[in-house]
């Protein structure tokens, strides 16, 4: 239980919040670009990620709270701190967690067609999300006597995660000197995934003034799901080479035997003009199908409990075993029915001034296109990601600037769910045909992390040409 | 994974002002509310109304077990601070009722303390019925002793009745349940 709390906590505080890749979107400098907008412009003849090293990804957030609310070190109880951040949260604030790791990614310049470049890969990817279960943390906490004829909404239980790898391939064609497109094919392989959504019913304490005891305790209409692929037969093993068994059972799901699933992203940049353009995303428009190792656990009914009729049962109800009544009336089903669920869908999209060209012979610019290449570009992106509750939203405003050659650089300011005053970066070195990126948001918030509500980093190395 | 992220991201920054000692200060302190045992009694449900109402009964006992271990877990036993058992009853029958009630084990022995309650005589079919409240209060070191707790015992005795005797008695109690979880 301490270990459960310990683990919530923690990755609520430390970290957590979308998939949001503010400084990373339209970076077109770095190929991971081609990830978040199969159809950004590309100016590369081939390139290739250092394999496990092109890509770490890591973004956790919290909606509500911080560490720093429940462990700050101010002399008050911590009793009375827990309690003030569990009346300030509500049922839709949530933690989340999304880890990338990239295995590899590569790409070419068509030999046909020097306008189509072709990138493909494969990531490792961890999503989690969990929503504030409000109203059964108050229960827990402060149980029902304050909250007489107030019901607990099983809806408040939501959350999701899964762990995946994903293979994708894309295609990316410069239609045109305004426009380029792109589309991405992905192969998803679930290793595990748990997902609780779309609850319903109540239990509340309702005082009978007229009724047989002083309250009825009513479960009304419950209907709660949790379903799980890929943890049944993980449970099973036991013994000395579980450890073993596990992570063999997820090398082989990871290796496209686990729960598969397809999807697209697609995307365009479009260029107003010289010097204003237009991008836009599609990301993980797709489905798993959940077949193997599926568990799925179902709750439903009705349940009335008003205490033991005793000594003499007049009503004729015969002797009662509350346990066996509740578990007749709200049986707990387990069924391994296969299901479908939607991937998150992400939507990008961004609008761009680009200024200041390189004018005279100091950037060796051809090798990143023919139109002009411009030192300093301003914009807006948004950003918007579908969750098991209602959509996360993010804006950006951004500055990109190219320092030297060999360094440029992107700084954001976002607008989120998390907070208002979230500043991100990117430097991005080009020396020789190497590259090295490193990238964080909320870095107001670095001198203490207790306080912030989400952080998001990513770092790798390419090789480009 | 999670270990090396919260690492990683850790060493790239700074985090003050915390002090996770205080985690061993967590107590959670819920208070629950949960119906106990209820009854209604009408006289001619344990007179018999054909008997001549002339015939006096000395006594009528109505006794009744019922499953009951909710104080049999280890959590009970630990974390249940007390227990605040509060009774009502609501009579018009004029007669005292006397209302036993004790916890039985296993072998249908009976452990721990056996309660006694009055509910006062009430004034009669129509009338505004007599209240009476009570409250028990079960500490931990009681708890402790009902840990094997089975079954519950309860009984109903009235004296002096006949068949002429009209109204009703009803019996309602509740738990207040003083949780003490320290994590």
Not at chain 1, 301 to 310: A, C, H
Request: aromatic share 14%; with cysteine.
């Amino acid at each position: 239980m301490r270990v459960f709390i310990f683990v919530f906590i923690g990755i609520w505080s430390i970290s957590v919040c979308s998939q949001n890749k503010e400084t990373l979107y339209d970076f077109t400098d770095i190929p991971q670009a081609l990830l978040l907008n199969p159809g950004a412009e590309t100016n590369f003849k081939f390139h290739a990620g250092v394999p496990f090293l092109s890509q770490f990804h890591v973004n956790a957030g919290l909606r509500g709270a911080s560490l720093f609310d429940v462990f700050g070190d101010d002399g008050r109880n911590i009793n009375e701190k827990i309690e003030q951040t569990l009346n300030k949260l509500t049922s839709n604030d949530f933690v989340t967690l999304t880890q990338q790791l990239e295995l590899f990614n590569f790409g070419w310049q068509s030999k046909k067609d020097p306008n189509v470049y072709f990138s493909g890969g494969v990531y490792q990817e961890l999503d989690l999300i969990g929503y504030f279960p409000k109203d059964f943390a108050v229960l827990a906490y402060q149980g029902n006597r304050d909250f007489i004829n107030r019901p607990f909404r099983f809806s408040t239980i939501n959350g999701s995660g899964e762990l995946l790898m994903v293979y994708h391939f894309g295609y990316n064609k410069k239609v045109s000197k305004k426009l380029t497109f792109g589309a991405r094919a992905k192969l998803y392989s679930s290793m595990l995934h748990v997902r609780s959504a779309r609850n319903s019913g109540t239990f509340t304490t309702v005082e009978t003034p007229q009724g047989n005891n002083f309250y009825q305790h009513i479960i009304s209409n419950a209907d709660v799901t949790l379903r799980t692929s890929g943890l049944a037969s993980l449970r099973e093993l036991e013994g000395e080479n579980s450890g073993k068994e596990v992570v063999s059972k997820l090398v082989g799901r990871a290796l496209l035997g686990g729960n598969l699933g397809l999807g697209v992203d697609v995307g365009f940049t479009h260029h107003i003009d010289e010097q204003w353009s237009l991008t836009g995303s599609i990301n993980d428009f797709g489905a798993i199908l959940y077949a193997k190792d599926v568990e799925t656990y179902r709750a439903r009914g009705n349940f009335v409990f008003e205490g033991f009729e005793t000594p003499v049962q007049f009503s004729g109800n015969g002797d009662q075993d509350f346990l066996d009544e509740l578990e007749a009336a709200v049986p707990l089903d387990t069924l391994s029915t296969t299901y479908l669920t939607m991937r998150p869908l992400k939507l990008n999209g961004s609008i761009k001034y680009s200024f200041n060209p390189y004018e005279d012979e100091s950037c060796n610019c051809s090798l990143y296109g023919d139109s002009p290449v411009y030192r300093d570009a301003f914009g807006l992106q948004v950003f918007s990601q579908f969750r098991p509750k209602r959509p996360q939203y993010a804006a950006s405003l951004f500055y990109y600037k190219r320092i030297f050659n060999f360094l440029r650089a992107k700084v954001t300011y976002t607008i989120d769910d998390y907070s208002y005053n979230n500043i991100g970066f990117l430097l991005s070195t080009h020396i020789d045909k190497i590259n090295f990126y490193i990238s964080a948001n909320n870095v107001l918030e670095y001198s203490n992390l207790a306080k912030a509500r989400s952080v998001s980093m990513q770092f790798g190395f390419n090789f480009i040409m | 994974m999670l270990s090396i992220i919260c690492t990683a991201l850790l060493m790239a920054s700074c985090v003050k002002d915390l002090d996770f000692d205080q985690s061993e200060d967590i107590v959670l302190t819920p208070i629950v509310e949960l119906d106990f045992i209820f009854s209604k009694f009408d006289t001619n449900q344990f007179v018999d109304p054909s008997i001549d109402p002339a015939i006096t009964v000395p006594e009528v006992e109505v006794d009744d077990t019922l499953n009951y271990d909710l104080l049999g877990s280890s959590f009970a036993v630990d974390n249940l601070e007390r227990i605040e058992l509060s009774f009502e009853f609501r009579n018009t029958i004029e007669r005292d009722f006397v209302f036993e009630f004790g916890f039985l084990n296993e072998a249908d022995q009976r452990i721990g303390p056996f309660f006694t309650l009055t509910a006062n005589a009430g004034r009669g079919e129509g009338t505004t019925p007599v209240v009476t409240a009570e409250t028990i209060v079960l500490d931990n070191a009681t708890i402790r002793t009902l840990a094997p707790t089975k079954r519950l015992f309860s009984i109903i005795r009235v004296q002096n009745v006949n068949s002429g005797l009209r109204g009703i008695l009803d019996v309602r109690s509740k738990g207040t349940y003083f949780i003490n979880y320290d994590l």
